[in-house]
């Protein structure tokens, strides 16, 4: 460690702190490995590679959203993925009055927090990065079409949000809203066959 404390106390306790997140790091890296090993072997497998191709859905985000969600050709559409997902925003009704307020939170926590750092992503202009290269490359045209396409809608919305001067937190979930729109489309054009195990 080249930093320098007056007090050796601090050095030490420095060094814990460097060391404590040294040895989370490769603990990451083996958990993610052993993801990496496990995946392929699932029925969702192609799934959980085609959501890959959408930004902020990495290995470890891809499967959760999968083992969370389950199959989602069991949603008849993307409203309602959204909403079990607990995506929408809460109302309350009375009469003719109609009133909007925070997302309801009932659905999957797991699900949603994967959507909700990937939202964060999109805060950055449009590019296929050369780390997400790899991902794309034995996809189908259309999942990566779709995932590009997704990219540049979700990176305009936000930056439209922001300017429109909505809280950051509320722009996060929309786009997360739009992702899991997204990740419908691509998982029922890659699922498995019905009945696959």
Same mark, same amino acid.
């Given at each position: 460690?080249?930093?320098?404390?007056?007090?050796?106390?601090?050095?030490?306790?420095?060094?814990?702190?460097l060391?404590a997140?040294?040895?989370?790091?490769?603990?990451?890296?083996r958990?993610t490995?052993?993801?990496?090993?496990?995946?392929?072997?699932?029925?969702?497998?192609?799934?959980v590679?085609?959501?890959?191709?959408?930004r902020?859905?990495?290995?470890?985000?891809a499967?959760?959203?999968?083992a969370?969600?389950?199959?989602?050709? &069991?949603?008849?559409n993307?409203?309602?993925?959204?909403?079990?997902?607990?995506?929408?925003?809460s109302?309350h009704?009375?009469?003719?009055?109609?009133?909007?307020?925070?997302?309801?939170?009932?659905?999957?926590?797991?699900?949603?927090?994967?959507?909700?750092?990937?939202?964060?992503?999109?805060?950055?202009?449009?590019?296929?990065?050369a780390?997400m290269?790899? &991902?794309?490359?034995?996809?189908?045209?259309?999942?990566?079409?779709?995932?590009?396409?997704?990219?540049?809608?979700l990176?305009a919305?936000? &930056?439209?949000?922001?300017?429109?001067g909505?809280?950051?937190?509320v722009?996060?979930?929309?786009?997360?809203?739009?992702?899991?729109?997204?990740?419908?489309?691509?998982a029922r054009?890659?699922?498995?066959?019905?009945?696959?195990?």
């Open positions: 460690m080249d930093q320098a404390f007056p007090h050796p106390a601090q050095q030490v306790a420095c060094q814990e702190y060391d997140v040294n040895e989370l790091e490769v603990r990451v890296e958990l490995g052993r993801v990496r090993d496990l995946v392929p072997a699932r029925s969702m497998a192609p799934v590679e085609a959501l890959q191709a959408m902020g859905v990495s290995l470890v985000a499967p959760a959203l999968v969370e969600v389950g199959d989602m050709r &069991r949603f008849d993307p409203r309602q993925l959204m909403a079990y997902l607990s995506l929408v925003p109302e009704s009375s009469g003719s009055k109609r009133r909007q307020g925070a997302i309801t939170k009932v659905g999957s926590p797991l699900a949603r927090r994967m959507l909700v750092e990937g939202a964060w992503t999109y805060r950055l202009p449009a590019r296929v990065s780390q290269r790899p &991902r794309l490359a034995d996809l189908p045209r259309e999942v990566r079409e779709i995932a590009w396409k997704a990219q540049l809608r990176c919305r936000y &930056r439209r949000l922001r300017a429109s909505k809280r950051l937190q722009v996060v979930t929309a786009i997360a809203r739009e992702m899991a729109g997204f990740a419908w489309v691509i054009m890659v699922a498995p066959p019905a009945g696959a195990a």
